[in-house]
């Protein structure tokens, strides 16, 4: 009995005559004691467990150096720019609004894209990145240059956004020299060049809509998206605009929220010296082109 006992756990034997014999530090001498043994269950066991996680670390790596394999082109993960744009509002359009609400004020959306192409240098890129360096760090500021000829045109890409203003209007402002802005500074250096001096039409033009906004590093005459259809003419007189300033407005047009709109402002061919050109300035009295948009609902869903 006794010897059965002993094969079965000795571990324990151990420990419990230790503990009876000398009651304080005796777990030490009976680990020590266990240590002498030749080969005692606890190291075997502790060899297996060894064996088994080099086992398990060894298939792990070989279940990573699987997953190495060249992904399938079609199982890559699309391009974040070529992503549709999420739409922010999700149900909206169904909840029940009152009916007595005045409707929302217009909303002005400046472009997010302003560069010039050249019809004399097809494959030149014009890029506009406006900065100064300051005392506390670079600026890279909106001061984003037009500029209309007979051979260049300047190309402005927005992005509508807001729920339910579907309906907008184009729109260049030209503020008169005559007032001041808000810090009370004369506008000359607002400054504006129209030439010649006659009754001038610059053409609007819708360019082919597309989910992707532009890339300004690679826009050039030849990259540039086709004409779809001449928005509007705007019409203005250099020696009336020089004087009063000029607001000049398109026709309404349906802009489905969250799409893209390019825009190419361009003079015809044949007006040789024809000119028109500024720096946008958002701060009013406002110089630039920018869209305003109405309440409405665009018929054309995307
Ligand atoms: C457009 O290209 C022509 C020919 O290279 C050049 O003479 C002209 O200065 C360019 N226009 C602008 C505004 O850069």
Sequence with gaps: MA??????????????????????????????????????????????????ASFAAVLSIALNLLNLRPVPETSKAPNPTKLKYPNPYIGLEHAVLPTDIPPAKPILNTPLLLAQVNRSA???????????????????????????????????????????????????????????????????????????????????????????????????????????????????????TEKDGALLRSDAFDCPARSVLTFEMAFRESCASCRLRFLQDHKPPRLGLYIMQHPGTAKTAR
């Design 3 to 52: 010897t059965s006992h002993s094969t079965s756990t000795p571990l324990l034997d151990d420990f419990e005559l230790d503990d009876r014999e000398h009651e304080p530090d005796t777990r030490n001498r009976g680990k020590w004691r266990a240590s002498q043994r030749p080969v005692p269950s606890t190291d075997r066991r502790t060899l297996l467990l060894l064996i088994f």
């Design 122 to 240: 097809p494959a030149q890129v014009y890029p506009q990145t406006p900065k100064w360096d300051s005392t506390f760090g670079m600026i890279y500021s909106e001061d984003r240059e037009v500029v209309v000829d007979s051979e260049v045109s300047t190309i402005a890409q927005f992005r509508a956004l807001d729920f339910g203003m579907e309906s907008c209007v184009l729109t260049l402002e030209i503020p008169s020299p005559n007032i001041a802005d808000a810090e009370g500074l004369s506008l000359p250096y607002k400054a504006v060049t129209i030439a010649p001096t006659a009754t001038l039409s610059l053409e609007i033009y819708t360019l082919a809509a597309s989910d992707d906004p532009i890339i300004p590093a690679t826009l050039s005459w030849k990259t540039r998206p086709e004409r779809v259809n001449l928005l509007s003419t705007f019409t203005f007189n250099a020696l009336q």
